[in-house]
């Protein structure tokens, strides 16, 4: 089992940046895929960004450019730097992890998920 438990959530202005941060316990490892998702209400859990072992990573359309994901596989833990925040991006953000190589963008491959943590970027 891997625990997952994000951090760094909050109320921020549009234009702002924000960063999120995701440790894992438990049977971690370097080989861990650690994803992040969004979820704005009324919405479905979308995949934001994915990163693998050798650091690898993934990103919807939307965020590219304005978004880092990266990992510290020392620490446990995954990051999401979220630059040039718009009020679209308000959603609650949930951290996830799987195994493997290739980086998968859909929710049903991710095993392990947090909690989520709320993020809500005002106009």
């Known amino acids: 089992q891997v625990q997952l438990v994000e951090s760094g959530g909050g109320l921020v202005q549009a234009g702002s940046s924000l960063r999120l941060s995701c440790a894992a316990s438990g049977r971690t490892g370097s080989s861990l895929i650690m994803g992040w998702f969004h979820q704005a209400p009324e919405k479905e859990r979308e995949f934001v960004a994915g990163?693998?072992?050798?650091?690898?990573?993934e990103y919807v359309d939307s965020v590219k450019g304005r978004f880092t994901i990266s990992r510290d596989n020392a620490k446990n833990t995954v990051y999401l730097q979220m630059s040039s925040l718009k009020p679209e991006d308000t959603a609650v953000y949930y951290c996830?992890?799987?195994?493997?190589?290739?980086?998968?963008?859909?929710?049903?491959?991710?095993?392990?998920w947090g909690q989520g943590t709320r993020v809500t970027v005002s106009s």
């Open positions: 996830a992890a799987t195994s493997g190589y290739v980086i998968p963008s859909s929710r049903e491959e991710f095993h392990y």
């Open positions: 990163i693998n072992w050798s650091g690898g990573t």
